[in-house]
């Protein structure tokens, strides 16, 4: 009698605590998806002021920034989406999303480093900023490799384990 009890309260909690995880996880994906379009209508508004003033090329920077925010966040959203589908938290989408980021880090400090070589000053921190750009590029790169090659054996990995598939 004891036991039957204790089984149908674990049960009943398991059922209790999957509907509250399912909850926030929707919770979650209406904030993703509702910072994801005011971030894309910011992009947009950017791009409209660099199209009307005529100098789009001094908002591309921004609007590029923006745009790849706008799919980072689309990407975990995506990422929240498998973990409710699938019930369990999987680990590329957030190899990927971590991919993006890099990458999204990688051309903004590219473009703001052409910036400062083209304005042409030679002033200390100039100079600093400069240095300071490349050494986060340089690591960046080594962690945009990480991630692919993650991505990569991940993959090969999961390839391996599917039965009669080899």
Do not use: C
Not at 93 to 110: C, E, Y
């Amino acid at each position: 009698m004891l036991q039957e009890t204790e089984e149908k309260l674990r049960v009943h909690s398991s059922q209790y605590l999957h509907l509250l995880e399912a909850a926030l996880y929707i919770v979650v994906g209406v904030l993703l998806s509702a910072a994801a379009i005011t971030v894309l209508f910011d992009a947009t508004g950017i791009l409209w002021r660099g199209i009307s003033n005529r100098t789009l090329s001094g908002y591309g920077v921004q609007v590029l920034d923006q745009l790849l925010l706008v799919l980072v966040l689309v990407e975990i959203l995506h990422t929240v989406r498998i973990s409710i589908r699938a019930q369990e938290i999987l680990i590329e989408p957030f190899l990927i999303v971590g991919l993006i980021a890099s990458v999204r880090r990688l051309l903004v400090i590219t473009m703001q480093a052409a910036k400062l070589t083209e304005e042409g000053h030679s002033s200390a921190d100039t100079v600093s900023a400069f240095r300071n750009s490349m050494i986060e590029l340089g690591l960046l790169g080594v962690l945009v490799l990480v991630f692919v090659l993650s991505i990569y054996l991940l993959r090969r990995a999961t390839f391996r384990e599917k039965p009669g598939e080899q």
